[in-house]
């Protein structure tokens, strides 16, 4: 065994050069996704930039930007302009998304268009799925569920991303699309989705708190990893052809026991309220933004990430 003094690890941290040729994960701008949340207006998110929206007109020169720094692909979130109890703007063919998609996959032919795939923004109550006075219904959520996803597949998305945590989602959209004539179109399954207040951000851009109870009744708790096993188990079985951790950071445990269960590619999503953090303590000064972006990206991908998921995608891609 070789020890100190022969043994120095800090010979190979002298120099940027050095680090640079032994580093182990590295990050890679065709391995990111950026966001876009897309409503019937333009508005600024002045604190958090990346979870503005932008109408369906402004929308193409923002994704310009981000496809000319060389990002591979956006994922798409909807904000109606009514909401439902059904959800129905979800997966009406002029919804805002559908539009998107048809004006996105005109002007971008290369671009990854890949949509969120839930109900949460377009209902009225804000869950995920179609609710009685005994809660969230999962087997009628099913259809509803499938329908927007064919919906997407229809207007040209690339994948579909369902975030619901229904039971049956994947198989049901599987069978849909399949049945629609997008057999060739990839599923990337939000399989170990936990119910996560690190989406604050998320839910406040998006317009989709729910407006009573919560999500505890669908999505993970955070106590668990062996169960988000078993959803990703289910999520294969039923035809998913990417799985995804989220949040990613504080799962880091998840993505690295995901990665080396199954074969699939594995995606994780840099949530808004893990961008929010760090972009609240910059904003005070208390740590450089772009170093705990770098950090934190760097860790998702060492844990096991093939993909992420994140805000920070546009900003930099340019140096990645
Ligand atoms: C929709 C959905 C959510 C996020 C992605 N898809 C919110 C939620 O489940 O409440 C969160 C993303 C983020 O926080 O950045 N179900």
Not at 219 to 243: F, I, K, S, T
Not at 274 to 283: G, P, R, S
């Amino acid at each position: 065994m070789s020890t100190f003094p022969q043994t120095r690890l800090r010979r190979l941290r002298r120099t940027g050069a050095l680090r640079d040729l032994v580093r182990e994960t590295r990050l890679d701008r065709r391995d990111l996704v950026m966001p876009f949340f897309v409503g019937p207006d333009t508005r600024a998110n002045e604190g958090l930039p990346a979870l503005g929206r932008y109408s369906v007109a402004d929308l193409p020169r923002e994704v310009e930007a981000v496809a000319a720094a060389g990002i591979p692909g956006v994922i798409l979130f909807g904000i109606p302009d009514a909401k439902d109890e059904e959800g129905s703007g979800a997966w009406d063919a002029d919804g805002v998304i559908q539009q998107a998609l048809r004006e996105l996959r005109e002007r971008f032919p290369e671009l990854l268009l890949l949509t969120d795939v839930c109900l949460c923004e377009y209902t009225s109550h804000g869950h995920c799925g179609v609710v009685d006075e005994h809660g969230v219904l999962n087997d009628e959520s099913l259809e509803l569920i499938a329908r927007t996803a064919v919906s997407h597949a229809d207007a040209g998305a690339d994948a579909v991303c369902p975030s619901d945590m229904m039971d049956g989602r994947v198989a049901a959209i599987r069978s849909a699309l399949d049945d629609g004539g997008h057999e060739s179109l990839p599923i990337v399954s939000y399989a170990a989705k936990y119910a996560s207040a690190f989406y604050g951000p998320f839910r406040e851009a998006a317009e989709s708190a729910p407006s009573f109870g919560d999500r505890r009744g669908y999505q993970m708790d955070p106590g668990n990893v062996r169960e988000a096993l078993r959803e990703c188990e289910l999520d294969v079985a039923e035809g998913a052809d990417v799985l995804m951790v989220k949040p990613a950071l504080p799962n880091l445990d998840v993505i690295r026991a995901v990665r080396d269960r199954f074969d699939l590619p594995v995606a994780a999503y840099n949530v808004s309220g893990e961008y929010a953090m760090v972009k609240a303590a910059a904003a005070r000064g208390w740590l450089d933004e772009r170093q705990a972006a770098l950090e934190s990206l760097t860790a998702i991908r060492r844990a096991g990430a093939d993909l992420i998921v994140t805000y920070w995608a546009r900003e930099l891609a340019p140096s990645l």
